[in-house]
């Protein structure tokens, strides 16, 4: 079992920036961001590998992006030029299976409690 630990949403206005945390107890192969605005489905935000190859969502490409740090089991995600329709629950996912993967919540078996990002026009 690998626990998720978010941290680091709050509330910006429109054009501000966050970064978001998620401490892990374990590395893991494959790691990402979801996020699950009220009424919406959860959606993939952007994930990265063992090899470091990253994906993201098209509706923050050029504005965020992940990385990790393997000493700290720490992944983040840098999120730039907030807009209103980023708002939701930000869920940090894990996986250790390696191989081909996508963006999508069937790739990912742990989950954290997921942190809050509201952005305020």
């Known amino acids: 079992q690998v626990h998720l630990v978010e941290s680091g949403g709050g509330s910006v206005q429109a054009g501000g920036s966050l970064r978001l945390s998620c401490a892990a107890s374990e590395n893991t192969y494959r790691m990402g961001w979801f996020r699950q605005a009220p009424g919406k489905e959860r959606e993939g935000v952007a994930g990265i590998d063992g090899y470091g190859r990253t994906m993201y969502a098209d509706s923050v490409k050029g504005r965020c992006t992940i990385s990790r740090d393997y000493a700290k089991n720490t992944l983040y995600l840098q999120m730039n030029s907030l807009k209103p329709e980023d708002t939701a629950m930000y869920y940090c996912?894990?996986?250790?299976?390696?191989?081909?993967?996508?963006?999508?919540?069937?790739?990912?078996?742990?989950w954290g409690q997921g942190t809050q990002v509201t952005v305020s026009s």
């Open positions: 996912a894990a996986d250790a299976r390696s191989g081909w993967w996508a963006l999508d919540r069937d790739y990912y078996i742990y």
